[in-house]
């Protein structure tokens, strides 16, 4: 077993080790902790910003990728079925899903199913030719019919209900102890004097929202050993499988296209904001002219250019997880080259007015260099604008990803993402009867996502924006 | 107390405004006349605004009001129900605010806005509406009235959009006028005029008007009482004669000495010549077109010669507009200058030689940085947000290595400064915003300290501050005018502080020097026109003292 990095695995990695670096000079900072803690203290960005993690931790997961090297010949006997699925590239998210790997039906099955959606000939032993509804491989087979499959599923429901309360618990002792030792032991002391308990981070519903995705999220993994949860697609993969897998695509997206997208808009905002004259004429002209593109179009015509390249030349990559990676991290470019536009030109307009301030005039007689005075001066205080254009954007993104690949000049087929899904949808909605199991997921899944993302970057426009106290 | 003179028009009674149960207003009770102006004095914060707010029910919803009430003609307006507040605001009340800019709605017609409310609340139509609008217009003194009607308040003055929002509140013909400083944002002779429409306003239709201000020269010119606030409460309250002779209360003691000009002048003292304007041009091209073609220039500084001395200060006199920031700019360098040079004396040398600064690239020019520095108008702005107070102070030490390199020198060197502008050395690592208007400013004077200049271009330092914050200001430049033999340019529109400052006086219009010369000269016998109209426009407080000066 050998590690694999493929290009979008390093610069998510990349991209955690920035975040980290930020939280630290956000702990070393007063006034922008006491900022993250006023956004932290709505209840709502509390549970938002956990839901984003989880699925940011998902996303990593599934960031981590290695080579399994095919299992020496004396054991490899009782792994009939799983060794053609552990070829290839796998990831951390691939093994512990790996039950779901293995137990693919024969095609599409309703959540919870124990026979297959649709029927289809079989021939008993006389010869004889009925239209039979065929029996799950893997899904419901523990199933003895004693009872109804509702009790089976409450009954098993107690196993993760009873995991998420130990966890649940396990977590608040471990809080409970940095507590501790964070008060020197004068615990009871340090809260009874507490001057305000409104000063107190929303902790109540940090810790329900917590208990409700562990508890979720336990309930699907445990379910999943006996049941397709949320069904099968066509080729009878679980669909559960799909979405989860979907979520690096749609976080990385979200998150990476900004990465790209951010050096761009910093850059050229700020020099033509700050030097003018042709510089900020040039940029303008630049991306005037972008903005008068339509997004799509381009996108599609860079795509489809891309597509042409990598079928003409597909001795480049060494495997198809390397292709289809190749192709994100190029839709990734691309949507961050025509997303920058708009950043820029207020990160433009607000340069010129903090140019004018007379903190920068008072530095320039420091004889401050333009640098300097861009890196002291104009860039910190244009850090909030930047925060809040990074999280409204990134709900955008995830969204169209999901219209482009709908479109089909978004990521490669063979890459599981919600928009792959609701592209294949299309076509199940108009079956008779619908399938409506692969659309409903792709849709819960991404709008949890954006909800999320949408109440938490609320919030955050809310605290950051320095026009709200006028 | 229903029974109080027939002639009062409005009385606020015992009134207390609580924010959080923090009083901001403290049972305040005074009560204005049929014709009268009722001058409403404090500084920032002393919750002058608030209460003219109360009166038009106006009040942002975090604050309430706990007691009290408010009587327009023995109508209690606090038991009124909100339809009927509406026809009060602007039919009975009207106000003015201290902002042109921002009162009128830059996207109508200045006449328009006027007719509006004349329709809304007259119920007059659209021809009569326009021709009331162009007799009030008139009447406020707006040249060409109907012409003005169609023009856009960004057409207009400073002073015009000031007469317009005086017209509007006019419009209804109302009892009371709130007017809340309404000439601050004005120049001095813009001023004087906007105060003597006011006054004519109030003889010839009987007005009452509740003036709120901060300038004691204004209320001197305007007020029949006067009444001072002082966190949130009145702390005194007389007629005018007997409150400018006899104040009582030692707040409006300290108020109305810090408020008038002295009256001795500095002497005029031999000095050598620090730095030298010899026809400096700053012009500033206009571009127009596709291809930025220049079309013309303005001419912001145009033709200016100045001298400032060693240890001395020159008081650099003008209203908004007439370049004289322009001219504090050029020196350091942070416009180029057209033409002219700027001729600097290095006087600690034994050589005396003189550089011309206008001549010198980035890097030759950094020597000199530390001897140029400046301190601003506006506290708020001139500190960055984001920057502790010693990494604000630090930046000029290190940029220009001033001083020991070693960071616990430049700490020392830090509280000590803080500790020279009267500050504490715990001060140090707090941010701009946990300071005060006036702690700001002496903030930047001690980041300008730091590099031991010895020219500080003061750029209008203390507009921005109330007046017993601009007398300690003021000491403090003088202070550390004797303790280190600084000169000063001090750039301000404000004559009744020149006498406090300054040695020498220059008026500047229009980018043009119309005349300088010592203080005494300037103040008692001024030559030119503009000199003459300049003194003439000043409160009647600040002519007063002059004469018992000559």
């Known amino acids: 077993m050998s590690f694999v990095w493929l290009w979008t695995d390093i610069l998510v990695w990349t991209l955690v080790l920035v975040l980290i670096g930020a939280v630290r000079s956000i702990r070393r900072s007063e006034q922008i902790r006491k900022q993250w803690f006023y956004i932290l203290k709505s209840p709502i960005a509390m549970s938002a910003a956990i839901v984003l993690s989880f699925y940011l931790l998902f996303a990593l997961l599934d960031s981590v990728h290695f080579q399994y090297t095919p299992s020496k010949q004396g054991e490899a006997t009782e792994q009939t079925v799983s060794s053609a699925n552990n070829q290839g590239v796998l990831s951390l998210l691939d093994v512990i899903l790996q039950h779901l790997r293995d137990k693919t039906e024969r095609t599409y099955s309703a959540p919870f199913a124990t026979h297959e959606y649709s029927t289809s000939l079989s021939y008993d032993e006389s010869g004889a030719v009925t239209q039979v509804y065929r029996p799950l491989k893997f899904g419901g087979q523990h199933w003895t019919g004693s009872h109804t499959i509702l009790d089976d599923v409450m009954v098993k429901t107690a196993i993760p209900f009873l995991f998420s309360c130990i966890f649940i618990a396990f977590i608040f002792t471990i809080h409970l102890g940095w507590g501790f030792v964070k008060t020197r032991g004068n615990y009871i002391d340090y809260y009874a004097n507490q001057p305000d308990p409104k000063d107190e981070l929303p902790w109540g519903a940090a810790y329900f929202t917590l208990f409700l995705l562990v508890f979720l999220f336990s309930w699907f993994y445990y379910l999943s050993h006996f049941y397709h949860v949320l069904g099968t697609d066509k080729v009878g993969q679980d669909v559960l499988y799909q979405a989860v897998k979907s979520i690096r695509t749609g976080v990385l997206i979200g998150l990476l296209t900004t990465l790209v997208m951010l050096p761009l808009a910093l850059i050229l905002g700020i020099s033509a904001g700050y030097f003018k004259g042709w510089v900020d004429d040039v940029i303008q002209y630049v991306y005037t002219t972008l903005n008068s593109i339509p997004g799509v179009l381009l996108i599609a015509a860079a795509v489809l250019m891309m597509q042409v390249i990598i079928t003409n030349n597909s001795d480049w990559f060494g495997s198809t997880e390397e292709r289809a990676d190749l192709r994100l991290l190029f839709l990734i470019f691309i949507l961050g080259l025509t997303s920058w536009t708009g950043l820029c030109r207020l990160l433009r307009a607000e340069t010129l007015k903090i140019s004018q301030v007379e903190y920068v005039t008072a530095a320039k007689s420091f004889g401050l260099s333009p640098f300097r005075i861009i890196q002291k001066h104009i860039t910190p205080n244009l850090m909030h604008l930047v925060l809040i254009a990074l999280v409204l954007d990134f709900s955008g993104l995830v969204l169209a990803e999901a219209v482009l690949s709908y479109v089909g000049v978004g990521v490669d087929p063979t890459t599981a993402s919600w928009g792959n899904m609701i592209n294949q949808a299309r076509l199940e909605m108009a079956r008779e009867p619908m399938v409506w199991w692969s659309l409903f997921s792709a849709f819960a899944f991404m709008f949890t996502l954006v909800l999320a993302a949408n109440l938490f970057s609320d919030r955050v426009q809310t605290v950051l924006d320095p026009r709200r106290n006028n | ?550």
């Open chain 2, 1 to 550: 107390m229903m029974n109080q003179e027939a002639s009062t028009v409005l009385s606020v009674q015992n009134l207390t405004v609580l924010v959080d149960n923090t009083p901001l207003i403290k049972n305040i009770s005074f009560s204005i006349g049929g014709g009268e102006i009722f001058a409403l004095v404090g500084e920032s914060g002393s919750g002058k605004s608030l209460t003219s707010l109360a009166i038009m029910r106006l009040l942002p919803e975090a604050l309430r009001v706990t007691s009290g009430s408010i009587l327009l003609e023995q109508q209690d307006l606090f038991q009124l129900p909100e339809f009927k507040m509406q026809k009060i605001r602007g039919k009975k009340i009207a106000m003015i605010f201290q902002e042109p800019m921002t009162s009128l709605n830059p996207v109508m017609k200045v006449g328009e806005q006027v007719a509006e409310v004349l329709r809304v609340h007259l119920k007059l139509n659209r021809s009569q509406a326009r021709n009331k609008v162009i007799s009030l217009f008139e009447e406020v003194g707006i040249p060409e009235a109907k012409e003005r009607y169609e023009w856009y308040p960004h057409q207009l003055s400073g002073g015009q959009k000031q007469r317009v929002m005086i017209a509007m509140a006019l419009a209804c013909e109302p009892d009371v006028l709130i007017a809340d400083e309404p000439t601050t944002a004005l120049d001095v002779t813009i001023q004087a005029q906007v105060l003597q429409l006011l006054k004519d306003i109030r003889d010839k239709r009987g007005l009452s008007i509740l003036f709120i201000t901060h300038d004691m020269g204004v209320v001197n010119e305007m007020a029949d009482q006067v009444a001072v606030m002082k966190e949130g409460e009145i702390v005194e309250q007389a007629e005018k004669q007997a409150f400018f002779s006899k104040p009582r209360h030692p707040y409006t003691q300290k108020l109305l000495q810090d408020a008038i000009p002295s009256n001795h002048f500095k002497p005029a003292v031999e000095s050598k010549t620090l730095l030298q304007l010899t026809d400096l041009k700053v012009h500033f091209p206009i571009k127009k077109g596709l291809f930025q073609r220049t079309v013309g220039y303005v001419k912001a500084v145009d033709g200016v010669t100045l001298e400032i001395k060693k240890g001395q200060t020159l008081a650099l006199v003008g209203e908004s507009g007439s370049g004289k920031s322009t001219i504090g700019q050029a020196i350091l360098k942070l416009v180029d200058s057209t033409s002219g040079s700027v001729n600097f004396s290095n006087l600690s040398e034994q050589t005396q030689n003189t550089i011309d600064l206008t001549q010198l690239s980035e890097k030759q020019m950094k020597p000199f940085r530390k001897k140029v520095q400046v301190i601003f108008q506006d506290p708020f702005s001139a500190l960055n947000p984001r920057m502790t107070i010693d990494e604000i102070i630090r930046e000029g030490m290190v940029s220009l290595q001033v001083g020991s390199g070693k960071k616990e020198d430049q700490d020392q060197r830090i509280e000590e400064l803080l500790d020279q502008v009267g500050l504490l050395p715990e001060h140090k690592k707090r941010y701009p915003h946990e300071f005060s208007g006036g702690q700001r400013q002496r903030i930047g004077i001690a980041r300008a300290l730091a590099v031991e200049p010895e020219l500080i271009i003061c750029d209008e330092p203390t507009s921005a501050l109330d007046v017993t914050v601009r007398a300690q200001v003021l000491n403090l430049l003088e202070d550390l005018q004797q303790k280190y033999q600084l000169s000063f340019l001090f750039i301000t529109h404000d004559l009744s502080i020149i006498p406090a400052i300054a040695h020498q006086v220059a008026v500047m219009k229009e980018g043009k020097i119309v005349e300088q010369g010592t203080v005494e000269q300037i103040m008692h016998f001024p030559k030119h026109d503009y000199t003459k109209a300049l003194l003439n426009s000043a409160p009647k407080l600040f002519k007063e003292r002059l004469e018992v000066a000559g």
